[in-house]
């Protein structure tokens, strides 16, 4: 059973900082690709950013130059760096990885955790 828990979520004001972790367990024979996504109310879930197992990045427009994912390939987790936070960013943020448990390969998230950007 593959297991995928948040943490580093919290309430900011505007201009700060937090930083997302995740960390993956279970029975585990590779990660392929990890990202972070968000989903705010009355919204649909998006895609934030996301990393490949070589640690390729990409993001969305909106967090580019505010926000830095990166993976500890060893330690199975994957941070979000998130800098200048504004209140749109306020959302419920999951952690997901594509990952090969031998008997099949698939999407698996995290439970979510609140970030909540508010003077």
């Known amino acids: 059973q593959v297991q995928l828990v948040e943490s580093g979520g919290g309430l900011v004001e505007p201009g700060g900082s937090l930083r997302l972790s995740c960390v993956v367990s279970g029975s585990i024979f590779s990660i392929y690709r990890m990202a972070w996504y968000r989903q705010a109310p009355g919204k649909q879930r998006e895609l934030v950013a996301r990393?490949?197992?070589?640690?390729?990045?990409n993001y969305k427009d909106s967090v580019k130059g505010r926000f830095t994912i990166s993976r500890d390939n060893a330690k199975n987790t994957v941070t979000l760096q998130m800098n200048s936070l504004k209140p749109e960013d306020t959302a419920v943020y999951y952690c997901n990885a594509y990952i090969d448990t031998i008997s099949r390969v698939d999407d698996y998230w995290g439970q979510g955790t609140q970030v909540s950007v508010s003077s």
């Open positions: 990393v490949t197992s070589e640690g390729s990045a």
